[in-house]
């Protein structure tokens, strides 16, 4: 691989992780990988200054998949395209060229969001993936990746997307420091600007979770609401409860599903890979959406994807699919992820993830009923308010609708 402005196929980009990394093809060498690694920890850098300043350019890669040109391609990669590994672009980052292998463990902590900017791709045209380095902390890597398909003679964009990873070291037990970064020009000082402020929102963030404190006034007042038009006025009574017309209780509108992890689907780490992860959250996602919609929903944004916990090759991974806020044409889905030990029956959470769908129809409004789906309703609201969506409609040229995108923060 060339240094900086790198062109690959999707085919060689997982090859080219497990030189850097020095990963076995075999999972069951992976005990043998994990002690060779372990001398590489004397080539860890004692602090961030120690290492040479990088630009954005030197992380740039641009990855492509020909599925017009290959066309045993198309049945891989027909519904799911996110298979895309980020870690290049970090490793590009912090490549050494006096190294023979990375001494860094770099690992996904965040997705921050995934905004997609057209529904349709098309199976039969080539994919390009582009992306590098906007933003760096001590052990932190802030990645943006853009998503565009070849078609009518030119290349559109797809999707945006935002990464962070955090280094580790070789035996991923504590962090390590990264590259500073150092940007050239106005474009790039924006994106690096840009990435302080998405540090700052995502501070705020978990700062104000609904875990940690009471919702706001406003928040207060709007599940109140909600409460008071479920009562029955016959009644007179708090226990007595009705569902509002045009309306779904949010205990019905839940999809659950289990999956065995295959050592298949490991990353160069021997863990269960991420893009599998995000790929089983979002199917059982969709189809929650598609069964309380009553049609086949569009998927507009993925938000805020915490990596809690690594998934081990062998897990009972458990998903849980609930609808937690609604809003016109809009569906916002929460999937949780833990893993099961059969031993100790024991659950450990690895990973929330939030969507965004949208329906050609206006769907049903979600009702919460307890103090626990209310708060589950606040924080899909809080997701939905916060992430980029397909809105409005506007009157081209030629007189025709066309949907657009108009952002809201």
Same mark, same amino acid.
């Given at each position: 691989?060339?240094?900086?402005?790198?062109?690959?196929?999707?085919?060689?980009?997982?090859?080219?992780?497990?030189?850097?990394?020095?990963?076995?093809?075999?999972?069951?060498?992976?005990?043998?990988?994990?002690?060779?690694?372990?001398?590489?920890?004397?080539?860890?850098?004692?602090?961030?200054?120690?290492?040479?300043?990088?630009?954005?350019?030197?992380?740039?890669?641009?990855?492509?998949?020909?599925?017009?040109?290959?066309?045993?391609?198309?049945?891989?990669?027909?519904?799911?395209?996110?298979?895309?590994?980020?870690?290049?672009?970090?490793?590009?980052?912090?490549?050494?060229?006096?190294?023979?292998?990375?001494?860094?463990?770099?690992?996904?902590?965040?997705?921050?969001?995934?905004?997609?900017?057209?529904?349709?791709?098309?199976?039969?045209?080539?994919?390009?993936?582009?992306?590098?380095?906007?933003?760096?902390?001590?052990?932190?890597?802030?990645?943006?990746?853009?998503?565009?398909?070849?078609?009518?003679?030119?290349?559109?964009?797809?999707?945006?997307?935002?990464?962070?990873?955090?280094?580790?070291?070789?035996?991923?037990?504590?962090?390590?420091?990264?590259?500073?970064?150092?940007?050239?020009?106005?474009?790039?000082?924006?994106?690096?600007?840009?990435?302080?402020?998405?540090?700052?929102?995502? $501070? %705020?963030?978990?700062?104000?979770? +609904? !875990?940690?404190?009471?919702?706001?006034?406003? *928040?207060? @007042?709007? #599940?109140?609401?909600?409460?008071?038009?479920?009562?029955?006025?016959?009644?007179?009574?708090?226990?007595?409860?009705?569902?509002?017309?045009?309306?779904?209780?949010?205990?019905?509108?839940?999809?659950?599903?289990?999956?065995?992890?295959?050592?298949?689907?490991?990353?160069?780490?021997?863990?269960?890979?991420?893009?599998?992860?995000?790929?089983?959250?979002?199917?059982?996602?969709?189809?929650?959406?598609?069964?309380?919609?009553?049609?086949?929903?569009?998927?507009?944004?993925?938000?805020?994807?915490?990596?809690?916990?690594? $998934? %081990?090759?062998?897990?009972?991974? +458990? !998903?849980?699919?609930?609808?937690?806020?609604? *809003?016109? @044409?809009? #569906?916002?889905?929460?999937?949780?992820?833990?893993?099961?030990?059969?031993?100790?029956?024991?659950?450990?959470?690895?990973?929330?993830?939030?969507?965004?769908?949208?329906?050609?129809?206006?769907?049903?409004?979600?009702?919460?009923?307890?103090?626990?789906?209310?708060?589950?309703?606040?924080?899909?609201?809080?997701?939905?308010?916060?992430?980029?969506?397909?809105?409005?409609?506007?009157?081209?040229?030629?007189?025709?609708?066309?949907?657009?995108?108009?952002?809201?923060?």
């Amino acid at each position: 691989m060339a240094e900086g402005n790198s062109d690959l196929l999707v085919s060689n980009v997982r090859n080219r992780l497990r030189e850097i990394v020095g990963a076995s093809t075999n999972w069951r060498d992976h005990k043998q990988m994990m002690a060779e690694r372990a001398s590489l920890c004397s080539l860890l850098a004692s602090c961030q200054e120690d290492l040479p300043v990088r630009s954005m350019k030197d992380s740039y890669v641009e990855v492509h998949l020909p599925l017009g040109t290959q066309p045993l391609l198309r049945e891989k990669y027909l519904t799911f395209h996110n298979t895309v590994r980020y870690l290049l672009i970090c490793y590009s980052h912090t490549r050494n060229k006096a190294l023979q292998r990375s001494p860094l463990s770099i690992v996904t902590a965040l997705v921050d969001k995934i905004d997609m900017r057209k529904n349709i791709i098309y199976p039969d045209c080539d994919i390009k993936f582009t992306g590098h380095v906007t933003w760096v902390g001590k052990t932190s890597i802030e990645a943006k990746i853009h998503m565009s398909q070849f078609h009518d003679g030119d290349y559109t964009p797809v999707l945006d997307a935002t990464f962070v990873m955090v280094a580790r070291d070789p035996e991923n037990k504590r962090a390590a420091y990264v590259n500073p970064l150092k940007p050239e020009g106005q474009e790039e000082e924006k994106f690096f600007q840009e990435g302080e402020v998405n540090k700052k929102r995502r $501070v %705020e963030l978990s700062t104000a979770s +609904l !875990l940690k404190v009471a919702p706001t006034d406003e *928040e207060r @007042k709007l #599940i109140h609401s909600i409460f008071l038009n479920t009562l029955d006025s016959k009644t007179v009574s708090f226990r007595s409860r009705v569902l509002p017309p045009n309306s779904v209780w949010m205990e019905d509108a839940k999809v659950k599903g289990l999956e065995i992890c295959h050592p298949q689907e490991r990353n160069i780490f021997n863990r269960i890979f991420g893009g599998f992860l995000m790929r089983k959250a979002y199917e059982l996602g969709w189809a929650n959406a598609c069964s309380y919609g009553g049609c086949r929903p569009n998927l507009v944004a993925v938000d805020d994807i915490l990596f809690q916990k690594p $998934v %081990e090759i062998g897990s009972l991974l +458990l !998903l849980s699919s609930q609808v937690c806020y609604t *809003e016109g @044409k809009y #569906i916002q889905v929460r999937v949780h992820t833990e893993v099961l030990d059969p031993l100790t029956r024991q659950h450990n959470t690895t990973n929330v993830f939030h969507f965004t769908f949208t329906s050609p129809e206006e769907v049903p409004a979600i009702v919460p009923k307890t103090y626990g789906e209310s708060m589950l309703y606040l924080d899909g609201k809080r997701h939905f308010d916060l992430t980029p969506y397909l809105c409005l409609q506007c009157i081209c040229d030629d007189g025709q609708k066309e949907p657009f995108y108009c952002y809201i923060y």
